[in-house]
């Protein structure tokens, strides 16, 4: 089955910093690469998504980059404000066919963005 | 457009005990899912609904988990008996279609504490 490493674990940058982490998965198949962001008590948010046919994603100061050969993708976070400051996961999409959104999720990075 | 609700957002058990957690999609969102979070890791499905249908519950501990959704609405999650391992924050999450690319709106979650 799928397997989705994320590191890493804890990240602190300073305000205006740009923040990276970094994801691989291990299911070749897996064709759909969405990205969270939880809050403290609260459920994780779709902040930015890449399918397999595309290399990269750019959504204001977010953008996400996929190697599908080396099986890893990545969140960039540019000009950090306090407001990033939460825990981020990665998720892969499992299984071949595009019905349901089997997701197995990295165990998460928790950023912290320093004032 | 009202989120995702669950109830209720805490609950101390003491193991043994039996336990239901209620969730709300948004209206008119057909797929339903459960997830698991345990501290400090990534979400886990364990259940997802199409309308009031079962479409994997592959991870779902069928010897003490149960879920339903009857009417394709509303769902309850529970756990009889539940054991120390079951503390977890658990997810509820929905979307329009169950098509891969459809984002999950998740609800707050219900944390479970099993003493």
């Known amino acids: 089955g799928e397997n989705v490493e994320q590191h890493p674990s804890t990240l602190s940058v300073q305000e205006g910093d740009s923040a990276v982490i970094k994801c691989t998965y291990s299911?070749?198949?897996?064709?759909?690469f969405p990205w969270y962001k939880q809050e403290l008590g609260k459920g994780p948010q779709l902040i930015i998504d890449?399918?397999?046919?595309?290399g990269e994603k750019k959504d204001q100061r977010i953008a996400v980059t996929l190697n599908k050969t080396a099986k890893h993708f990545s969140l960039h976070i540019t000009e950090t404000q306090p407001e990033d400051s939460a825990v981020y996961f990665c998720?892969?999409?499992?299984?071949?066919?595009?019905?349901?959104?089997?997701?197995?999720f990295g165990p998460g990075t928790r950023l912290s963005v320093l004032p | 457009e009202a989120g995702v609700a669950q109830s209720p957002r805490y609950k101390i058990i003491e193991k043994r005990q039996s336990v239901a957690f209620w969730c709300n999609p948004i209206?008119?969102?057909?797929?339903l899912y459960w997830y698991q979070q345990i501290l400090g890791q990534g979400p886990k499905l364990l259940i997802q609904?199409?309308?009031?249908?079962?479409?994997?519950d592959s991870q779902l501990p069928k010897d003490r988990f149960s879920a339903e959704r009857l009417k394709g609405v509303d769902s309850t999650l529970k756990i009889q008996p539940a054991k120390l391992e079951d503390s977890a924050v658990y997810l509820c999450?929905?979307?329009?279609?169950?098509?891969?690319?459809?984002?999950?709106?998740f609800g707050p979650g219900t944390r479970l504490t099993v003493l």
């Open positions: 609904f199409q309308n009031n249908g079962v479409v994997d």
């Open positions: 890449i399918r397999s046919n595309v």
């Open positions: 998720a892969a999409k499992r299984g071949l066919d595009n019905y349901g959104q089997n997701f197995v």
């Open positions: 999450a929905s979307s329009l279609e169950p098509t891969s690319y459809n984002e999950q709106f």
């Open positions: 209206s008119g969102h057909a797929t």
């Open positions: 299911d070749s198949a897996s064709n759909y």
